[in-house]
Nanobody, 123 residues
């Protein structure tokens, strides 16, 4: 059983900060990329930030300079530090992990999604 457990969402005022966490667990051979996506109401899901197992990162233009993605030493937990939050950041935020799993036939890649956590930025 593989799980991605997200935490840290909530309501914050414009200009405030939140820190999202996502922990991967289960029978995982390895974890490649991890990242955060978001989906505002009525819009498509979009990439927020992504980090590879080697520590390379990329960000959506709308969050560059405000958000920072990182991973712990074991690379099983990904964080998103969100600063200077704006009302347009309001969305459901989803954790994503590119996993390598194993069965009798060999290893295979699988993209796994968390259930999402709500972030609301409002006065």
């Amino acid at each position: 059983q593989v799980q991605l457990v997200e935490s840290g969402g909530g309501l914050v005022q414009p200009g405030g900060s939140l820190r999202l966490s996502c922990a991967a667990s289960g029978s995982i051979v390895s974890i490649n990329d991890m990242g955060w996506y978001r989906q505002p109401p009525g819009k498509q899901r979009e990439l927020v930030a992504r980090i590879t197992s080697g520590g390379y990162t990329n960000y959506a233009d709308s969050v560059k300079g405000r958000f920072t993605i990182s991973r712990d030493g074991a690379k099983s937990t990904v964080y998103l530090q969100m600063n200077d939050l704006k009302p347009e950041d309001t969305a459901v935020y989803y954790c994503y992990a590119d996993l390598v799993l194993r069965n009798d036939a060999g290893d295979f890649q699988y993209g796994y999604w968390g259930q999402g956590t709500q972030v609301a930025v409002s006065s």
